[in-house]
């Protein structure tokens, strides 16, 4: 929005993961081959397992993007798909590093800690059957996800609705962009996006 000549500021940030002191010495003493360091986000990982966790607590789609948000910068989970209408969290992970158990507690340390999660599922990977089957087998998990969320920018500094077309021209171009729609009378954009593409930053 700025490149686009406007004055932009993010409203609403993600909150990111408060750890223990006794989470964070489990979590360095958990050994870790420097060679495998480049294949921990590799979603084909050999040990990778997926489990589905019930969250109580989530009221909006912040909670959705803050939870996504801070689980995905851990070092041993290759993806997590959170829905608020299910409320529950999708996530696969490297067994091998960390317990379904760890990752419950990381989501209840989210701040401001008020989510209460309980463990669904537990689903291992086969280690017999291919990667590439096991790759094409992730988008069934996620079939009955939403693939849209909706955020709500405020932008200062439009005058008239040649800014309008202007910001809408250049967002609806980007990579996870369903729609947007630019209100001058409330400065205001609403974007129908892709969380799997982009975020609200």
């Known amino acids: 929005i700025e490149a686009a000549g406007f004055p932009a500021f993010i409203k609403k940030q993600p909150k990111y993961l408060k750890l ?3 989470d964070v010495e489990r979590l360095k003493n958990t050994p870790v081959k420097s060679s495998e360091g480049s294949q921990q986000k590799s979603p084909s990982y050999p040990t990778d397992s997926t489990t589905t966790f019930i969250i109580e607590g989530m009221h909006c789609k912040s909670c959705v993007s803050n939870i996504e948000s801070a689980l995905s910068t851990l ?4 993806s997590i798909v959170v829905s608020l209408e299910n409320r529950s969290a999708i996530v696969k992970y490297n067994a091998s590093l960390v317990t379904p158990e760890m990752l419950r507690k990381a989501i209840e ?3 401001p ?5 309980s ?4 689903v291992e990977s086969p280690s017999s059957s291919p990667s ?6 992730m988008p069934l998990n996620t079939v009955s996800q939403p693939l849209t969320q909706e955020v709500v920018v405020n932008i200062n500094g439009m005058t008239c609705n040649s800014c309008v077309q202007s910001i809408e021209g250049v967002i ?3 990579p996870g962009v369903k729609s ?4 001058l009378a409330n400065s205001t954009g609403t974007v129908e996006y892709d969380p799997l593409l982009t975020s609200p930053e």
């Open 132 to 137: 590439s089957s096991s790759l094409q087998k």
């Open 119 to 122: 463990i669904s599922s537990e």
């Open 20 to 22: 223990g002191t006794i």
């Open 109 to 111: 340390a989210i701040s």
């Open 172 to 174: 609806s171009k980007k």
């Open 113 to 117: 800690g008020q989510y209460r999660v």
């Open 75 to 78: 070092q041993y989970v290759s």
């Open 180 to 183: 947007i729609h630019v209100s």
